[in-house]
């Protein structure tokens, strides 16, 4: 069957840089996005991975690595407004598959 | 407006009741999605439209009927739903064919409750 695996919550402080990690198991590969939803809003996009490799924008960074089904999101310098679910998504052979999401906490 | 935008934001119906969401892209997108976002579940594709043509339904139930008049616009009605069928209800668009599932923007959701 088609698997993502994402941790269901984290908890993080304030300036730390927390690694949010993702797992898959999918018929097929064409690429993996990360989303942002805050509570009661709608999921904003945050980054695309097609190749092996990290890709940096700003205070987030995605890595993929296709070989061992695995992705991570970074994110740097943590701020009270990351606090919100991350979710990952796999581009399929003909479907996008969703994580049941990673829920962030930051404290102060 | 940009963006996606979804009405109402918030609804409740009673399992007799008969009700539409409805969503609108102003991106200029030629597919549209409607997904289910339940608690501890990952979000669950139900209907995709490219160019106002149906080209996916996830064995969703009939008290769900998607409608697109045009490539701006989705509308799912809701008639004699469940309990089980309270969740958010987000709205995607995308640029270029549904089926390359190319970076989608949603909608901020319908919050609905079926009493």
């Known amino acids: 069957g088609q698997n993502i695996d994402q941790p269901t919550e984290m908890t993080a402080t304030e300036g730390a840089i927390v690694q949010i990690n993702c797992t898959y198991q999918?018929?097929?590969?064409?690429?993996l996005f990360w989303y942002q939803q805050h509570a009661g809003e709608a999921p904003t996009f945050l980054s695309y991975?097609?190749?092996?490799g990290l890709e940096e924008k700003g205070r987030f960074s995605s890595f993929l690595s296709r070989s061992k089904g695995y992705s991570y999101l970074l994110l740097k310098e943590l701020q009270m407004k990351d606090s919100a679910s991350y979710l990952c998504a796999v581009k399929g052979t003909d479907k996008l598959i969703f994580g049941t999401g990673t829920r962030l906490q930051v404290f102060p | 407006e940009t963006g996606v935008t979804q009405t109402p934001r918030h609804l409740v119906m009673g399992m007799t009741n008969k009700k539409s969401l409805k969503c609108e892209q102003h991106?200029?997108?030629?597919?549209m999605y409607w997904y289910k976002q339940s608690a501890k579940k990952p979000l669950e594709l139900m209907f995709v439209y490219s160019l106002e043509e149906r080209v996916e339904n996830n064995s969703v139930p009939s008290r769900f009927s998607p409608e697109c008049p045009n490539s701006s616009h989705l509308f799912l009605h809701l008639h004699t739903l469940q309990p089980e069928d309270s969740a958010l209800y987000l709205c995607?668009?995308?640029?270029?064919?549904?089926?390359?599932?190319?970076?989608?923007?949603f909608g901020p959701g319908t919050r609905l409750t079926v009493l």
């Open positions: 991975n097609v190749l092996d």
């Open positions: 999918t018929s097929g590969f064409n690429g």
């Open positions: 995607a668009s995308s640029q270029g064919r549904a089926g390359v599932w190319n970076t989608q923007y």
């Open positions: 991106l200029g997108h030629n597919a």
